[in-house]
């Protein structure tokens, strides 16, 4: 059977989530067996420092990560958040394994579901980093971010409160709200939750009556859909 190694904490609650998630939907396909998952915790604070002052010590961190996984014999890594994708190239390239990335099974669902212009939720360093609308540009889709005063608002409650385990009714209500705005005044068609707590706020297809991009969802599909692949295959599988 082939393992996938998880560089989680990124935070606590999604790296939960991703495990539950990956158990259950191994479990749909055959409940007499179960993955092999190895998953190496990480600090989110101190990754949430580095990636706003320190990008090559990030790179560093989320790297040693990557090696020691790859030391405990897992065929390919996932990072379980989306931040850290801002240095996944860095990553990759360093990588003695694949790695595979949730910005490009985010585009590859846009394009099948045939969405053009997907607003964008996340933490701030994801909202204002180049790589979804590099990646997703490729696939002819427009990112829109929410307004500075707003990306500050859902990076101080993501920050204050998803990271924490904390999902309130008011921070649904308010970012559902930001996802309407999006949709009446930038002409969004779907809406991407581009950070792995942000299902765990907002579990539902649509949000606003737009289509909702559920990054975790995705991610999953993809690591279980690999682990089940003979090994040569998941050996070419090194994304972006």
């Known amino acids: 059977m082939l393992r996938v190694g998880i560089v989680g904490g990124l935070g606590p609650e999604s790296t939960i989530d991703y495990y539950r998630r990956i158990l259950n939907m191994w479990e749909q396909e055959d409940s ?3 993955p092999s998952i190895v998953i190496d915790s990480l600090d989110v604070q101190k990754a949430l420092r580095l990636v706003a002052s320190d990008r090559p010590a990030l790179i560093e961190y989320l790297a040693a990560s990557v090696r020691r996984l790859a030391g405990a014999g897992v065929d390919f890594v996932a ?3 989306n931040t850290p994708h801002i240095v996944f190239d860095e990553i990759a390239a360093r990588s003695p394994v694949p790695l595979v990335s949730i910005v490009e099974e985010c585009a590859e669902e846009a394009r099948r579901r045939g969405l053009r212009r997907l607003g964008l939720l996340g933490t701030r360093f994801t909202m204002e980093a180049p790589f979804y609308p590099d990646v997703l540009a490729r696939y002819g889709i427009a990112v829109v971010t929410p307004s500075e005063s707003d990306r500050a608002f859902i990076h101080e409650r993501y920050v204050g409160e998803l990271l924490k385990g904390e999902f309130r009714d008011d921070t649904r209500d308010a970012f ?11 002409g969004i068609d779907g809406v991407i939750l581009g950070g792995t707590e942000l299902p765990l706020l907002l579990p539902t297809p649509s949000i606003a009556n737009v289509p909702a991009l559920d990054t975790t969802a995705l991610h999953v599909a993809a690591i279980v859909g690999r682990l089940r692949q003979p090994e040569r295959q998941v050996e070419t599988v090194r994304i972006r």
């Open 176 to 186: 559902t709200s930001l996802v309407a705005h999006l949709r009446d005044h930038h």
């Open 32 to 34: 007499s067996t179960a």
């Open 79 to 81: 990072m379980t958040a």
